[in-house]
């Protein structure tokens, strides 16, 4: 009886009541202080274990080593010497002295003499070759003809010096008129008639002066 009334007993709960709150007081205050947040850190911390190894003792040195085995010298032999026996003397006989031989010494031959190659002699080189030549060998050379304005202006007579450029082939590249007379007058006739020629071709390109001359009694 005595027991139930004791839990029955009002002030015995209202104590554990108080204890329960001054709990979550605490704990209401641990959190708002920041207290439980360094709690919180310190447990999330990551834990660092130090595994301590046995320190093993150190191995026992090696045996010494046996002693070398002990040499055994033995004494030297006695050498007997032998009396020394001279070998008997040979007498060698002399022979006779040669007798001296002179041979014949031929004469020594007399020197050959010293023969000069005369100087090589060296061809002059050739020389260079004219920059404008005069005249120029064509397989093909056709005359120009009289040209119609010249017999219109009355003109019987004229002369062109041309001025040829012939490529490595032989084909000429170009005709300059280097002079005419009466000047302008021939000039297109001998351009169109000078520049079908084929002439030798040497592998380089050259120039060369050639001369024109006109008379109307050809025509």
Not at 15 to 40: N, Y
Not at 55 to 72: D, G, N, S
Not at 167 to 174: H, P, R, S, T
Not at 196 to 204: D, I, N, Q, R, Y
């Amino acid at each position: 009886m005595d027991f139930a009334r004791q839990q029955r007993d009002p002030a015995r709960h209202v104590v554990g009541i108080a204890f329960v709150i001054l709990v979550h007081v605490l704990v209401i205050w641990a959190l708002m202080s920041g207290l439980g947040q360094k709690a919180i850190e310190v447990i999330k911390k990551p834990l660092t274990a130090t595994i301590i190894e046995q320190i093993k003792p150190p191995p026992p040195p090696p045996p010494p080593p046996p002693p070398p085995p002990k040499r055994v010298i033995e004494p030297p032999k006695p050498v007997i010497e032998q009396p020394y026996v001279p070998p008997p003397e040979v007498q060698v006989p002399t022979p006779p002295p040669a007798e001296p031989v002179i041979a014949n010494v031929a004469p020594a031959p007399p020197p050959e003499p010293v023969v000069i190659a005369p100087p090589a002699v060296v061809a002059p080189p050739a020389p260079p070759k004219p920059a404008i030549r005069q005249g120029v060998s064509c397989s093909k050379k056709d005359s120009p003809t009289f040209p119609r304005e010249a017999i219109r202006a009355q003109v019987q007579r004229g002369r062109v010096n041309a001025i040829l450029t012939i490529d490595e082939k032989g084909n000429v590249i170009e005709v300059r008129i280097a002079s005419s007379e009466p000047p302008r007058v021939f000039d297109r006739a001998v351009r169109e008639t000078l520049a079908e020629w084929k002439c030798v071709g040497e592998g380089t390109k050259y120039q060369a002066s050639v001369e024109i001359n006109f008379t109307l009694k050809d025509e």
